[in-house]
């Protein structure tokens, strides 16, 4: 009988499971995010287990293409997808974690190649991995190329760094592509209808979490121990998990108590609820999405926060201005479908799968949600667009199409945020790198329409 190289049963072996993982991000285009909480969770895998087992799947997927530059002179010929993985995952471990003896992490491998494959495969493993160990990776500077040698070290595909340095130079290319492979902080927001910040961090110490004020956003906590998800003050509504740089759009909006304000792409509501937080939960929010199904999550995090001004609805914003009464709405949120390019350290296979063809089809979107937007805003109202990317296609050239389509909207500084990110506004738009404030790339501009 042929064994099963894929399917995954957990057997408490961590690198069996980070295979596993990585196998079907690779073969069924899973998200890799998506995988790791659901074994995570399915396996009630304890916590030390659980943190090598992030480690070890992130970082594999990070630098795929740096561990290929650092396998290609070992391997001869063609070998198997999993078989490659596997020597991905081994090497991952030899060059980037100090801690894991070398012969543990070589007769794991073997382990693993006996039981998925047969004694030839081990053996090959076992070969390639002690050359490795005997003679050394290649030294990266081999690569002559500016660009490739961007692209092998920080495990991006060529095209990505070629168009980031066209943009931004390469310079900022490379830290934002080394940010891209640095873990995320864990961030909270506090709901700032139940609790102070003071409150929320001495809720979460009597939980033996350790939480302390962010120096940019101050409703940001970072999370040096614990898993918010888990405690008390998540379950009570205290906190909000939320990257600090997505804190940035329903700041910028500042909507007053009392508004009328619609959040065109809202779901699952991290920032129709931060808005709420703003409005003092006095007024009304329209929380629109096209996907039905993710507007039950809008409604639970409002139950979940003790908000009560939000409405839910499905729409494909495109037509909303078909659906709703024109200039109705004091302030409108436009948190926009996006290739995600500054969301890479969280999820990143978007840098394998994502394709050049992507952002046209995408600046097409945005543009059309965004002419949505300006037909139901009132005159002298408020709107910001947002995504979560770092592509200029996406950011600035949508909101160039917009003020050219649209005398009536002009861009509005931006304020209420701190110095030290209004201070990167740029022409009346604000683009955060990863390597910035160690938060996700995210943009935001904010318009005004005429009155
Ligand atoms: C960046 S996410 C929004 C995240 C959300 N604002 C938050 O903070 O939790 C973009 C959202 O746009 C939605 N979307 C995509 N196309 C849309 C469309 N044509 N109309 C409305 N929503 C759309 C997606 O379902 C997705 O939930």
Redesign the pocket.
Known sequence: MRKKKNSFIWNGNVRDAALSILLSVDQNQAYSNLLLNQTINKYQIEAKKRALLTELTYGTLQYKYTLDYYLEPFIRGKIDPWVRWLLRLSVYQIVYLSKIPEHAIVNEAVEIAKRRGHKGIASMVNGILRSILRMGIPSLDKIKDPIDRIAIETSHPRWIVEMFAEMYGLETTMDMLKANNLPPKQTVRVNTLKATVEEAIQLLADEDVQAVQSKVIPQCLYLLSGQAARTEAFKNGIITI?DES?MM?SIALNPKPGDRVL????????????LAEIMKNEGSILA????PH?LD??GENCARLGITIVDTAP??????AELLQPESFDAI?V????S?LGVIRRKPDIKYTKREEDFDRLHE?QT??LNNAVALLKPGGRLVY???TVNKKENEETVEALLASHPEMKLAPIQHLPVSLLEKQRNGMLQVFPQDFGSDGFFVALFEKAE
């Open positions: 939320q997505s759009p959040d065109l792409c809202a779901a699952p509501g991290g920032k129709t609820t931060h629109t999405d096209i996907h993710k999550l809008i729409i494909d914003g495109r037509k909303a949120l948190d926009a479908p996006c995600g979107i059309e949600l947002s995504t979560c």
